[in-house]
């Protein structure tokens, strides 16, 4: 499995309430929560995640376990995030959604293309090229299937 | 031998084990997504309902029709499935699972990241997304990574006006934001003995502050004392001589009243640092800070007086109110000025209730004072309740040692 996108460098500890703001959260329609995507941090951003790959420091996704923070980012059009760590939940709802998330260290310059290939386990940034850990055989069903919803349904 | 961690999981740590889960719940909040991601799953069926617990908590009762709309469905599910469910103005999800449903030994889900708050009953507790949850709803169980602990070694007793929470504090500034990412914290040594159920929870509470999916109490006397009151009758865990990944010692008596500084819950500083910053609004609850024991202390030190800023008091169960009623000690609450919310959340989430303007300044017994979390603009410092009682009495950051003489 390979994804590809476009580098969007973020700081360290990028918590959910960042990402989706709770004053958002009580509704069913995806388009909000794609709309408001890290208003707190950056109004501006939000048009902008399609199609990026977003590079992050440590701990990202720490806070609250809401996984409409996992989904605001798949419904923007990023294809993946990768952080040297993610907060466990996140990291969970994450490949339950079907976003790919990659613990890796590596160095972010925005606009870079990037390539992940989660099977094989290399980032390719730029030039530079990274080995990360494979995601699990199980992970990796979860994510090709779309998510675990999906997942759960062909395996029926 | 093992952690608490690895015996009730019963396996090593690093591991994956797949787990059927002994009590699972969602809130308002979560439920809303779990019953989506269940439903397009097209699971049909709950494989365990009477496990099953849908607590209304976060936006209660419901702060527009929007909100109503998808807590009528949620409440319309819940009771044609048969499932647990306490509705709006009951309490917060993680303090009725405290209110004797927990009990030492279980392995226990919440979709909620502060669900490693039962940790204090010796039970495995842990946070999970909708999605999770739904599958859990569908199967009756869920796998885990089997996690590496930190041992925090409590010793001594708490002195002067320091409570739970400054601790609480104290080893996440300690421990760093995600100082214990994927690992459990175990509380353990001759300082647990004397802290009470209350006092656990809101150490058990913060865990999810360090990045740790679970926050341990072995079960003992005190345990047993308290679940006893519910008609429990469990046994006591002891902790054996275990390899913790990292150890932290902590002396209680040297803990004092501390305050986290926005935006991070690990940028701990004394009260006295920063005595006489103006407040626009206490707030006192959550699942942190809003027991009876809470209560009982904040009344303790207003009693007689009157709060010079807006104090929101908001009880974390009913079962925390009506023992309130009974102790006399809401009137004394009341009778300083304070301003008494229902049992819930309240403005912790900054959804209704509450809410910072601007530029607006908050004490909170909560957990979280992350950017806007209360209100766009707001901004939110942490403390114990003594702290958040002595500074409503001036309007100012205040520490409890000259308030209470
Ligand atoms: S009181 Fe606050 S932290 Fe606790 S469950 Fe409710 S919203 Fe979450």
């Known amino acids: 499995m390979k994804i590809e996108g476009t580098a969007l460098c973020m700081g360290p500890d990028i918590d959910t309430d960042i990402i989706i703001a709770g004053r958002y959260l009580r509704t069913r329609d995806r388009r909000e929560w794609v709309k408001h995507a890290f208003e707190d941090m950056d109004p501006s951003l939000a048009p902008r995640l399609e199609g990026k790959m977003i590079i992050a420091g440590k701990n990202f996704g720490c806070g609250s376990s809401r996984e409409q923070a996992a989904i605001a980012l798949k419904e923007s059009g990023v294809k993946g995030v990768i952080a040297p760590s993610f907060a466990r939940i996140f990291y969970r709802n994450a490949i339950n959604i079907g976003l790919p998330v990659v613990e890796c260290d590596c160095t972010c310059r925005s606009g870079e293309p990037v390539t992940a290939d989660l099977v094989e386990g290399i980032v390719t940034i730029g030039e530079r090229s990274y080995r990360i850990r494979p995601l699990s055989p199980r992970m990796l069903d979860i994510l090709s299937a779309g998510g675990l919803v999906e997942h759960w349904r062909s395996r029926r | ?405």
Request: glycine letters at 12%; one cysteine or more.
């Open chain 2, 1 to 405: 031998m093992n952690t608490l961690s690895e015996s009730i999981l019963g396996a090593r740590a690093g591991s994956y084990v797949d787990c059927r889960v002994d009590r699972a719940y969602v809130h308002d909040g979560t439920g809303v997504l779990t019953l989506e991601a269940w439903k397009s799953m097209k699971a049909e069926t709950i494989a365990r309902p009477d496990r099953v617990y849908v607590l209304f908590d976060h936006i209660v009762p419901a702060n527009n029709s929007v909100t109503a709309g998808l807590q009528h469905d949620l409440r319309s599910f819940a009771r044609e499935k048969g499932l647990n469910f306490t509705d709006v103005g009951t309490g917060i999800c993680h303090q009725l699972m405290g209110e004797g449903i927990a009990l030492p030994g279980e392995i226990i889900v919440g979709a909620d990241s502060h669900t490693c708050t039962l940790g204090a009953f010796g039970a495995f507790a842990t946070g999970v997304g909708a999605t999770d949850m739904a599958a859990i709803w569908a199967e009756g169980g869920t796998w885990f990574r089997v996690p590496e602990t930190i041992g925090v070694n409590l010793s001594g007793s708490l002195s002067g006006q320091a409570e739970a929470k400054d601790l609480a504090l104290t080893y996440v500034g300690r421990l760093t934001m995600d100082g214990a990412t994927y690992m459990a914290l175990e509380f353990v040594g001759d300082g647990v003995a004397a802290l009470s159920i209350d006092s656990r929870m809101t150490l058990s509470n913060l865990a999810v502050e360090t990045g740790a999916k679970a926050g341990l109490f072995y079960s003992d006397d005190v345990t047993r004392r308290y679940l006893r009151e519910y008609g429990h009758n469990i046994g006591v865990q002891r902790p054996a001589e275990c390899s913790y990944h990292r150890e932290l010692n902590i002396d209680l008596e040297d803990v004092v009243p501390v305050v986290a500084i926005p935006p991070r819950v690990d940028t701990i500083k004394p009260v006295a640092d920063l005595e006489g910053m103006p407040l626009d609004q206490v707030f006192v609850g959550t699942c942190t800070n809003g027991r009876f024991e809470d209560l009982a202390r904040f009344a303790g030190i207003v009693r007689g007086r009157k709060v010079k800023v807006r104090t929101l008091i908001a009880p974390s169960s009913q079962k925390v109110l009506t023992r309130a009623t009974e102790s006399g000690i809401l009137h004394e609450l009341l009778k300083a000025g304070c301003t008494i919310l229902p049992p819930g959340c309240g403005p912790c989430l900054g959804a209704h209730q509450g809410v910072l303007g601007e530029g607006e300044v908050c004490l909170s017994t909560a957990n979280r004072n992350f950017r806007n979390r209360m209100g766009v603009g707001g901004e939110i410092y942490l403390a114990s309740v003594a702290t958040a009682a002595a500074s409503a009495l001036t309007g100012a950051l205040e520490s409890p040692e000259e308030a209470v003489r």
